[in-house]
């Protein structure tokens, strides 16, 4: 199951301060409590291990920054689960005080961690689709040991310490009682065997840091937010366990011109004044170029127009959304003495009353007559 986004986890916004994340840290974390928890002591294990990572890493900064571009990515080589972000040992040394090291089986096969990628795309890439290749630091099995980490041709034997089963038992007393934690072998570091001859290439680790090309199909119709899972293409597995998965995140540009609201397409036109009294055909850009739209006469501001089959594809459907042309009637702010008196002959033919100081006095009148 792919991990939750870390700022889903602690419940707070992406541009949280540190103070907000702290905040709700605690909270959670008393709540999950092993002395308060009152449900299923797996679900409170599982719930606290997860609260601590994700605090883990949205208080430090440096990770914090990190996370928001790549997701659950790793800087040293690992993914995020597996101490990508920092070491997590201590936090699951809590967790095995607190539930005893309840079942956990570190030496068996694990998934590989999930990673993101945050995608950014045009308004009409959105819309229509688009492919891109992206490059994607990840771990990979070693090709040279095929990931168990040993040299061609050596062998492993069972860890003495462990006995094989990756980890060691301490009791301890503690005010809570006599607790038995489980940890992590330090001989095998957990995988149970030991390597007798490392691998020349990835120095017994079974897994090299890579960077992978890999061809992103964006299908037309998405939109902010959408989330494309491509499978098996996250971190490489533990112990012959299966990869992870990849995350691309789609971020959309705005556009200058178009708006979206669903699949609908929404623009704005502006219109003269003759053009909205008298009527028009205007050309208005649509994402397939140019259309034709017929403008009534008697237009007024506001007015909203359809132009069918012009909006944005159903994402996995068929068919498209319209695309809404709502006018906006602009009025003159310079007009030349011809101009103003044509609206003056305008308004008294229609009947209206002429602007107060649009009619020429006296003097103007008499300037008049002796030119004529």
Do not use: W
């Amino acid at each position: 199951m792919a991990k939750r986004d870390y700022y889903e986890v602690l419940g707070v916004d992406r541009g949280a301060s540190a103070d907000e994340i702290k905040k709700s840290y605690r909270k959670l974390a008393r709540q999950y409590h092993p002395d308060a928890y009152k449900g299923d002591k797996a679900e409170a294990e599982a719930k606290f291990k997860e609260i601590a990572e994700a605090y883990a890493v949205l208080s430090d900064s440096e990770k914090r920054a990190t996370y928001d571009q790549f997701g659950h990515a790793a800087t040293d080589g690992q993914g995020f689960g597996a101490g990508g972000f920092g070491d997590f040992g201590g936090i699951n040394d809590i967790f095995d005080m607190f539930f005893g090291g309840m079942g956990r089986q570190r030496n068996g096969p694990q998934k590989g961690s999930d990673l993101r990628f945050n995608m950014e795309i045009s308004f009409k890439e959105a819309a229509f689709g688009v492919e891109r290749d992206i490059q994607i630091p990840r771990t990979e099995s070693c090709d040279t040991c095929g990931g168990s980490g040993a040299a061609p041709g050596s062998n492993t034997k069972t860890c003495g310490t462990c006995h094989g089963s990756g980890q060691v038992q301490y009791a301890s007393n503690t005010p809570f009682g006599r607790i038995v934690q489980s940890r992590t072998c330090d001989k095998c570091h957990g995988s149970g065997k030991i390597i007798e001859k490392p691998c020349p290439t990835c120095r017994g680790a079974g897994q090299i840091r890579k960077t992978k090309n890999i061809h992103v199909k964006i299908p037309a119709g998405v939109d902010e937010g959408s989330r494309l899972r491509l499978t098996g293409e996250g971190e490489a597995g533990l112990r012959g366990g299966p990869p992870g998965d990849l995350y691309v995140y789609i971020m959309v540009r705005p556009d200058k011109f178009f708006r979206r609201e669903g699949n609908e397409v929404v623009c704005d036109m502006e219109l003269s004044f003759a053009q909205a009294a008298l009527g028009d055909n205007i050309e208005v850009p649509t994402l397939d170029g140019s259309a034709e739209l017929k403008v009534p006469e008697g237009t007024q501001t506001g007015t909203i127009f359809r132009i069918r089959g012009k909006g944005i594809p159903y994402l996995n459907g068929s068919g498209r959304g319209d695309q809404h042309v709502r006018v906006k009637v602009v009025t003159p702010t310079k007009l030349n003495e011809k101009q103003k008196e044509l609206l003056r002959e305008f308004s008294k033919v229609g009947g209206e009353k002429t602007p107060k100081g649009s009619e020429k006095n006296i003097f103007e009148k008499m300037k008049d007559a002796f030119k004529g």
